[in-house]
């Protein structure tokens, strides 16, 4: 089975710019939740979801939005960067519907956003 | 989401046993302890996860104590391929797979 794949790797943008990074799941899993990863502040939750629904979403301003598509895979954007914006963004899906008392997620590589 | 105190970083020898100690003095009766391990520039892998006394599995041990407020993740006899960053969770079941990973334990393991 394929793992969780993100497009793009690695992405350089300027400051004001808008950009969207693209998560495709492992086949089957419904789940998908999206994560800011930076030296100061670690790995942070941004959003999860679950068909095409956001149940959760992490503390980040607005200029973060996701949505997720029927086949389950899920795009993230964030408008107006910001140089703070530059890190690596993980997604991550998992099979099994969230709340059952499993909490195994699969992780991507990753996108690597450089805001200059 | 529920918070964690985790140490910044250790260090170890090869072939010895490594144990880190996780504090969620916050924990609630449904929450359940989630273990993590991150190589650089990889993304996290599940390691473990329990909910109290011990789990153990091929790649680690997970202690409980009655208490539930803290956690002891113990990896028998480290390799030099153990070095990476271990993350502890504390997951509740109504905030599904929002999960806080905070920075996370850096392992160093040295010949």
């Known amino acids: 089975k394929a793992g969780v794949t993100q497009t793009p790797r690695y992405l350089i943008k300027t400051r004001g710019q808008q950009v969207t990074l693209s998560c495709s799941p492992i086949s089957g899993h419904r789940s998908v939740s999206w994560y800011q990863q930076t030296p100061g502040q670690g790995l942070q939750f941004l959003f999860e979801?679950?068909?095409?629904?956001?149940?959760n979403k992490g503390n980040f301003p607005g200029r973060f939005s996701g949505r997720q598509f029927s086949n389950s895979r899920s795009e993230m954007n964030v408008s107006t960067l910001e140089l703070g914006d530059s890190a690596l963004y993980l997604c991550a899906s998992s099979g099994v519907p969230p709340g059952t008392g499993t909490y195994e997620q699969y992780f991507g590589p990753g996108t690597r956003l450089t805001v200059t | 989401l529920a918070k964690t105190t985790q140490p910044i970083s250790m260090d170890s020898y090869e072939g010895q046993e490594v144990n880190i100690t996780c504090s969620h003095n916050?924990?609630?009766?449904?929450?359940?302890i989630t273990w993590y391990q991150q190589f650089p520039s990889q993304g996290p892998r599940f390691i473990i996860q329990g909910y109290k006394t011990k789990v153990t599995n091929e790649v680690a041990s997970l202690f409980i104590p009655a208490d539930r407020k803290s956690s002891t993740l113990s990896l028998p006899r480290v390799s030099l391929s153990d070095t990476a960053v271990y993350y502890c969770l504390v997951a509740r079941p109504n905030s599904g797979y929002a999960l806080n990973f905070g920075k996370g334990t850096s392992l160093l393991v040295t010949p």
């Open positions: 916050n924990i609630a009766t449904n929450d359940y």
């Open positions: 979801y679950f068909s095409e629904t956001q149940r």
